[in-house]
């Protein structure tokens, strides 16, 4: 099948927008923010990726509710605090992870509501979840609205610059290589289906 999802984002046989499933698997950014009175944030974002190593720039989306509706909260926080950690989410933590995306009203913490430890951050303001293994703290440099959607409501894509790695010490090989299998980093694909790191192949590039 073909399909132009400025016509259609569900096309006939399809129930569901297949995007999601196709652009996959994608990392999860576990990400914490505050607001301008310091209350913390946490919520995980799929559309979340590294962009460029040197300076490390990682960036995650987030969207507008469908129908409208007030801003994320992580949005809002980077707003007023232009600042956040993305924690790695591991397999033993992804039933932490969905909690945290509950629509908590502005100001309660998804890291108490999900039983989570707040770990402070050295660089920037949010902590990182410390019950992670490894999280990147990243200081903002660009808030980019999307393009307008169907909705009249952009999207938008925030944009930071890395400014602090934590990785659990345990996690580091004696060859100086982060240990993948250990880490079993979670990713979504479409719907509500997740995978992790569970097996790995090495591949040497062409001269
Ligand atoms: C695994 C997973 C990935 C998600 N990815 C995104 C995403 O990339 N963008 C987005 O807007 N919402 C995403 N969500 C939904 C948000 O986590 C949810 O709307 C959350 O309440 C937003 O929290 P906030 O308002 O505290 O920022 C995702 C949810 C889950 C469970």
Not at 109 to 136: G, H, M, Y
Request: aromatic share 8%; net charge negative.
């Amino acid at each position: 099948m073909y399909y132009d999802p400025r016509i259609d984002l569900k096309p006939s046989p399809l129930k569901f927008n297949p995007l999601n499933a196709l652009v996959g698997p994608r990392p999860i950014g576990w990400i914490a923010t505050v607001d301008r009175e310091g209350r913390t944030n946490l919520a995980p974002y799929s559309y979340f990726n590294a962009f460029s190593s040197d300076p490390p720039i990682v960036g995650f989306a987030p969207n507008a509710r469908p129908g409208g509706g007030r801003d994320k909260d992580s949005l809002c926080n980077v707003r007023e605090v232009p600042e956040f950690t993305a924690s790695i989410v591991s397999a033993d933590l992804a039933a932490a992870m969905n909690e945290t995306s509950r629509d908590l009203p502005h100001g309660h913490s998804e890291f108490t509501a999900a039983k989570l430890t707040e770990a402070a951050s050295r660089n920037v303001r949010p902590p990182r979840v410390a019950e992670a293994r490894a999280a990147l703290e990243c200081r903002v440099f660009d808030v980019i609205a999307l393009p307008v959607g169907r909705d009249g409501r952009a999207s938008h894509l925030v944009l930071g610059e890395v400014v602090g790695v934590y990785i659990d010490d345990a996690l580091i090989l004696a060859n100086g290589r982060i240990d993948s299998l250990a880490l079993a980093q979670v990713a979504r694909l479409g719907y509500n289906d997740y995978t992790n790191v569970a097996s790995l192949y090495e591949m040497q590039r062409p001269d």
